[in-house]
């Protein structure tokens, strides 16, 4: 495959993963069906894999969407580019946990599960029994 045309592929794997990614968003902020939002959350998986197949070019083009406008763009990249780029992703994600909504509930998530740690429950007891 010719760079122009390995370029041309990048182009249109980072438009399928930000329309996959706003349409996720706007499925969950709409409080439609699970399975509505789990179709895009597939379509983001794949096309974030085969951009981190395509190598240095992949993972650049990643890299650049988080700066995207939409805040559920940004979530989904920084969880993919922590791999390669942790500092960036967390402040990305630390970011998007100021916003209100439940992107910042899936930003706050995303940093505990990055981190291999475990999210505080509501349903904790402060006191012992």
């Known amino acids: ?11 249109r794997l980072i438009t399928r993963y930000v329309e996959a990614a706003v349409r996720y968003g706007a499925a969950c902020d709409a409080d439609l069906p699970p399975p509505i939002a789990n179709r895009h959350a597939r379509r983001i998986v794949a096309a974030g894999r085969e951009l ?7 993972r650049r083009a990643l ?7 939409n805040p559920w763009v940004r979530v989904w ?3 993919d580019v922590y791999v390669f780029n942790e500092r960036r992703a967390l402040a990305v994600l630390e970011e998007i ?3 209100s909504g ?3 509930i899936e930003a706050d998530m995303s940093v505990y599960a990055l981190r291999g740690e475990t999210p505080p429950s509501p349903w904790k007891r402060d006191r012992p029994r």
């Not at 495959?1 to 182009?11: L, N, P, V």
């Not at 981190?52 to 992949?58: F, H, N, Q, R, V």
Request: aromatic fraction near 0%; avoid cysteine; charge should be positive.
């Open 97 to 99: 946990k100021k916003l």
């Open 77 to 79: 990249a920084a969880n």
């Open 63 to 69: 890299n650049s969407l988080l700066d995207h406008d």
């Open 52 to 58: 981190k197949k395509a190598g240095d070019e992949g």
């Open 102 to 104: 439940l992107v910042s």
């Open 1 to 11: 495959m010719s760079i122009r045309a390995e370029s041309r592929a990048i182009a």
